[in-house]
């Protein structure tokens, strides 16, 4: 996604996030004006994979808070949408109980939003 990127100073990653939403963006302007450290996509973590150890199924939560050693997933999908995502993040804390993740969604954003005077998530 073609966005205009602030100077972050609270960013940990070593390139440039390329955030593949407005949402994610908004998200990011949020945590650096409060001095969060965060980094975009770290990790990726596999669901499932064949026999043959290729991976079938994998969740890459868009931020990780280092200082809470938390990932933030967000959607703004309709709510009717999340399911797979849902599924996905069920599955995640089961086969790695000792990975925290957060999951907001469209509703939350909009709430952050309307608090921040950010854009709306499109």
Same mark, same amino acid.
Not at 18 to 45: G, H, I, M, N
Not at 61 to 69: K, V
């Given at each position: =996604? @073609?966005?205009?990127?602030?100077?972050? &100073? +609270?960013?940990? @990653? *070593?390139?440039?996030?390329?955030?593949? *939403?407005?949402? /994610?963006? $908004?998200?990011?302007?949020? #945590?650096?004006?409060?001095?969060?450290?965060?980094?975009? /996509?770290?990790?990726? %973590? !596999?669901?499932?994979?064949? +026999?043959?150890?290729?991976?079938?199924?994998?969740?890459?939560?868009? %931020?990780?808070?280092?200082? &809470?050693? #938390?990932?933030?997933?967000?959607?703004? =999908?309709?709510? *009717? #949408? !999340?399911?797979?995502?849902?599924?996905?993040?069920?599955?995640?804390? &089961?086969?790695?109980? $000792?990975?925290?993740?957060? #999951? %907001?969604?469209?509703?939350? %954003? /909009?709430?952050? +939003?309307?608090?921040?005077?950010?854009?709306?998530? *499109?």
């Amino acid at each position: =996604m @073609g966005l205009d990127l602030p100077d972050f &100073q +609270a960013y940990r @990653g *070593s390139e440039p996030p390329r955030f593949a *939403s407005q949402a /994610e963006l $908004e998200c990011a302007k949020v #945590l650096d004006y409060y001095c969060v450290p965060w980094e975009y /996509e770290p990790r990726t %973590f !596999v669901l499932e994979q064949d +026999a043959e150890g290729r991976v079938l199924e994998a969740f890459t939560p868009d %931020f990780y808070l280092p200082d &809470q050693d #938390l990932y933030v997933e967000l959607t703004v =999908m309709k709510q *009717s #949408l !999340v399911t797979r995502k849902n599924r996905k993040l069920r599955k995640l804390r &089961q086969l790695y109980p $000792e990975v925290k993740v957060k #999951l %907001f969604y469209e509703r939350d %954003f /909009e709430r952050i +939003a309307a608090r921040y005077g950010l854009r709306k998530a *499109s």
